[in-house]
Nanobody, 121 residues
């Protein structure tokens, strides 16, 4: 299974981005999907999940600014990021888990290579 992220880049604070994740050989609706990020010098954190039944969950740090969604026809996962802050600078990873439920809890099985998001003032 390969997960290919795209859409990262350098953006000024307050701007927006849309990240995409296109998995190979798995159907998004049959897996729990999530976005994680890792900022320089910090541990990786889960920020948004989309479960098999469509339930979403978000980390408190991104609630109200980030939106996770999918396009089933394109089998693509998205992360809409609005109101970017300097502290959103990180590598963003897409992840998939065969077991449904549990949101951002517990480990994920498959990971992408990540896409860099850099926010400047």
């Amino acid at each position: 299974v390969k997960l290919a992220e795209s859409g990262g880049g350098s953006v000024e604070a307050g701007g927006s981005l849309r990240l995409s994740c296109a998995p190979s050989t798995l159907t998004i609706g049959r897996y729990s999907m999530a976005w994680f990020r890792q900022a320089p010098g910090k541990e990786r954190e889960g920020i948004a999940s989309l479960d098999c039944d469509g339930t979403t969950s978000y980390a408190d740090s991104v609630k109200g600014r980030f939106t996770i969604s999918k396009d089933s026809a394109e089998n693509t996962l998205f992360l809409e990021i609005n109101g970017l802050k300097l502290e959103d600078t990180a590598i963003y990873y897409c992840a998939a888990r065969y077991v449904c439920g549990y949101g951002l809890r517990f480990s994920y099985d498959y990971w992408g290579q990540g896409t860099q998001v850099t926010v400047s003032s």
